[in-house]
């Protein structure tokens, strides 16, 4: 299996410009997450799903930011617009189903956003 | 209070030295522990789970403590290699599909020759 494909790796854009990231999870797995990591705050869970329906969204910062999951193999997170402050790296994870014993969450490589 | 804490360090130790790091979580009701291990500019990845009766994996040795809500990760004869950042991880399931996994903000080691 490829892992969690996550892209772009990086992305440099202007400020108050659309910012799309995309995640393949593992085939198979029910959960996708999005984290974001700065130095500041460390890993912070955006959002999550399960079997393609968002979960829990309480982590997303703003009206600014969206995520969509429309299948089992591909999730978006948007930011529009962007501002500076959106500036870090953002993951995507995913995890098998429970109930197979599954508890170990793979991440992706990341998209290290820059907003200038 | 913050849900997982951890001390950000870093430990900078010397090879061979043994490093323990700790956190603390307050959810009573996770159910999961995990440490994962963070190169610079990589992703996370699972270094092991822990389990209530405190596993071994071998220079590794995790422990947990419910009643305390504390989590702890022992290194032994520490490698250059082991230099990273060490994440407690959390997790909390309650049915319908939800799934907190939680992580702390990482206990930066650096092992020096």
């Known amino acids: 299996d490829a892992g969690v494909i996550q892209s772009p790796r990086h992305e440099v854009t202007e400020m108050g410009q659309e910012v799309t990231l995309r995640c393949k999870p593992i085939?198979?797995?029910?959960?996708l997450f999005w984290y974001r990591q700065t130095m500041m705050r460390g890993l912070e869970l955006l959002i999550y799903?399960?079997?393609?329906?968002?979960?829990?969204d309480s982590g997303m910062p703003e009206d600014r930011f969206s995520a969509k999951m429309p299948n089992a193999s591909f999730s978006t997170l948007k930011i529009q617009p962007s501002e500076p402050r959106d500036s870090a790296v953002y993951f995507c994870?995913?995890?098998?189903?429970?109930?197979?014993?599954?508890?170990?969450?793979?991440f992706g490589q990341g998209t290290r956003l820059t907003v200038v | 209070r913050k849900e997982v804490e951890q001390d950000p360090g870093p430990f900078n130790v010397p090879e061979g030295a043994t490093v323990a790091f700790n956190c603390t979580y307050s959810?009573?009701?996770?159910?999961?522990f995990f440490w994962y291990r963070q190169d610079c500019r990589k992703e996370p990845k699972l270094l092991m789970s822990?389990?209530?009766s405190g596993n071994e994996d071998g220079r590794f040795t995790a422990q947990l403590n419910r009643a305390s809500q504390y989590i702890s990760l022992l290194i032994r004869d520490s490698k250059l290699s082991d230099s990273a950042t060490y994440l407690c991880?959390?997790?909390?399931?309650?049915?319908?599909?939800?799934?907190?996994?939680?992580f702390g903000k990482g206990t930066k080691l650096s092992v020096i020759p």
């Open positions: 959810n009573s009701a996770s159910q999961s």
């Open positions: 994870a995913s995890r098998g189903p429970w109930d197979r014993g599954n508890t170990e969450a793979f």
């Open positions: 085939s198979g797995h029910d959960y």
């Open positions: 822990v389990y209530s």
């Open positions: 991880v959390v997790a909390a399931y309650s049915g319908a599909g939800s799934y907190q996994l939680t």
């Open positions: 799903f399960n079997n393609n329906v968002p979960i829990d």
